[in-house]
């Protein structure tokens, strides 16, 4: 298949897409947002907008003759086409709207005819060109179309653009007729909320502003207490875990659910929503990380985790840039997280993770087609952009000692230029094998001079959504901090533990987690004689120390193993038998241990997780026969 990198056409071209004529030059309308480069934000968001959406059109198909093809966005990470790439409608035509090229133009009319593949007869689209797929996307799709009409739909011709209406009034009847509180995960319903309102008031419809309202009427239903995060990420979406736990996902929470309940809160003007959700946003935002990254380590649907996101959801501009004039941390946090959308941007796609590029796996584009959308939607409100106020800092940034979210069990802990997670959670996605981090492991350690140096993954790397998760390169390594043991080549180990309990204490000096745990297979199953051990994390501005006690010595396979994030390139220097140096380029992350520390790999070689998308160096300190406790300290110079 080719690609289409460009396409040149007449004006007898542009007449055969539907187009006038006064459409092939350049014109930037009224809703444009103008005079970019105003501010050093909007200049970055532009610019990596840009360049998203030519790299997409790099990635286009030309092949006319063949039309369940042509116009389609190609993904070669995953050699497939993804059905919901006519979304990228919406960036396309806001740059062609600005920028007056017309390849911007071409590429969103072509997508669009393409998507007549993934058109269903009731008005949905599907999720790939399979009419059996999944449908509940229309409301993505639906969203996408209508905000790019709504923007820069004068930009085409009455034709084209009454086509186009004709078509998104058809998705509309489906989300209509289909969408109620539970008709899938949350997100679902929530974005649902806005879009019928949105769609309602384009079409003068109040059925479905009426439809959009009844559903906002259950918002504070699917808040937790007392930290009002949003839960239904799983099947059934309110059932609790054995702790009593209901299922919460972060990165689906601040990139899809927040944006549709604060956008129809914003259309509906409505005061005592926007207070709710004020609440709901200072929430979830606890779990940013200082470099912009959200800490989905423990979340419902962690397969999908990104570190700046989730793989398929749309980010979280939109929700926090119309409330920063109510709490200036939310503008502070997109101003964050947009700079790492940037610095994960590899040959001109969103790569799923800080390490893409190092370890030389190739971007899957669902990530840019769909974060494009909501930086569009962030461009088209130039004026909200040039009040966000960068000195604000977020509550990580600045927080000391431990919070802990009772909703979660999770906690927060901060002391000097340490932050880190620890997890007990004990809610498995669709109540199978896909755990995230529980068991009381350490699912974050992070350094303000090196960024993290520990993130959970999966338990397993699992493709619970074969259409929207990347297959794992290579061996699959957990990347969680962890006790272990191997029987008859079953794995047993502390984060498969759903009923690890966690104490904690700190006398403002040091803070020190106890977790009582027991090593346990993917069956949870409990091994004989190993469900009494013990992990001790101590923190405090200078170091971090793991701890782990055994109940029994011997020579029984027992291991603590470390998998630090470490990016292709750095030096690792073993200077003692139970010392090891990682040089990075501006600091330097010293282990030290009671005993030997060992790498699993080869000096420079790395494991990479495709949760969160990092590369590492597991070290693994084995117990001495003869002893029950092994410690290692970890320090940043």
Request: charged residues 20%.
């Amino acid at each position: 298949m080719q690609r289409r990198s460009f396409i040149y056409l007449s004006v007898t071209g542009c007449l055969s897409l539907g187009l006038s004529v006064h459409a092939c030059k350049n014109k930037t309308h009224a809703n444009a947002p103008n005079n970019l480069g105003t501010t050093a934000f909007e200049a970055l968001s532009f610019d990596l907008l840009k360049t998203w959406c030519d790299a997409l059109i790099d990635t286009q198909i030309n092949e006319p003759s063949d039309s369940t093809i042509h116009g389609a966005l190609y993904c070669e990470a995953c050699k497939k086409i993804h059905g919901r790439c006519m979304d990228a409608v919406y960036p396309f035509l806001f740059m062609a709207d600005s920028t007056g090229e017309r390849k911007y133009l071409d590429a969103a009319i072509l997508v669009m005819k393409w998507s007549e593949n993934v058109s269903m007869p009731d008005g949905s689209w599907t999720v790939i060109p399979d009419p059996k797929s999944w449908r509940g996307i229309t409301v993505f799709g639906a969203l996408a179309l209508g905000e790019a009409l709504h923007y820069h739909g004068h930009i085409l011709s009455k034709e084209l653009y009454d086509a186009w209406k004709k078509r998104l009034r058809k998705a509309s009847e489906f989300i209509h007729a289909n969408f109620t509180i539970d008709y899938s995960h949350i997100n679902y319903a929530f974005t649902a909320v806005y879009a019928l309102n949105f769609l309602g008031r384009m079409f003068d419809e109040t059925a479905y502003i009426e439809h959009s309202r009844q559903l906002a009427g259950e918002i504070p239903n699917w808040l937790t207490k007392p930290n009002m995060l949003i839960f239904g990420e799983d099947k059934p979406a309110d059932e609790v875990s054995a702790k009593g736990l209901l299922p919460v996902d972060l990165g689906y929470n601040v990139e899809e659910s927040l944006n549709g309940l604060v956008q129809y809160a914003k259309l509906e003007q409505d005061e005592e929503l926007l207070k709710l959700l004020d609440q709901s946003l200072a929430g979830h935002l606890e779990f940013m990380l200082p470099d912009g990254g959200w800490d989905n380590s423990w979340g419902t649907r962690q397969n999908k985790w990104s570190y700046w996101g989730s793989r398929t959801t749309d980010g979280c501009q939109p929700a926090f840039v119309l409330m920063a004039d109510r709490n200036p941390a939310f503008g502070k946090a997109v101003l964050l997280n947009t700079q790492l959308l940037k610095r994960c941007t590899v040959n001109g796609l969103l790569a799923g993770g800080l390490h893409y590029e190092s370890h030389n796996i190739p971007a899957c584009i669902h990530h840019t087609f769909a974060h494009a959308k909501n930086i569009a939607f962030m461009l088209n409100h130039p004026d909200i952009i040039k009040k966000l106020d960068s000195n604000i800092p977020i509550p990580r940034s600045t927080n000391d000692g431990v919070k802990h979210f009772p909703e979660l069990d999770v906690w927060l802990i901060a002391r000097g230029p340490w932050r880190a997670t620890v997890s007990s959670y004990d809610q498995i996605f669709k109540k199978k094998y896909s755990v995230a981090a529980t068991g009381g492991s350490l699912a974050i350690l992070w350094h303000e001079k090196t960024g993290p140096l520990f993130t959970a993954s999966m338990a397993e790397y699992l493709l619970v959504e074969k259409n929207n998760q990347q297959s794992q390169p290579g061996e699959d390594f957990a990347l969680m901090p962890r006790i272990e043991r191997y029987v008859n080549g079953v794995w047993y180990t502390n984060i498969q533990d759903l009923k690890a309990e966690v104490e904690q204490t700190d006398d403002n000096e040091t803070i020190q987690f106890k977790v009582k745990t027991a090593l346990t297979n993917r069956d949870k199953q409990v091994l004989k004689d190993a469900n009494s051990y013990q992990l001790t994390y101590s923190f405090d501005k200078s170091q971090v120390t793991i701890t782990a006690r055994r109940p029994l010595t011997g020579d029984n396979g027992d291991q603590l193993v470390l998998p630090i994030i470490s990016p292709s390139g750095e030096s690792i220097i073993q200077e003692s038998p139970n010392r090891v140096r990682i040089v990075k380029s501006n600091s330097q992350v010293i282990l030290e241990a009671n005993a030997a520390i060992n790498s699993k790999k080869n000096e420079g070689q790395r494991i990479f997780n495709m949760v969160p998308g990092v590369e590492a160096i597991p070290f693994i300190i084995k117990f001495p026969k003869t002893k029950k406790r092994i410690s290692c300290t970890i320090k940043v110079l």
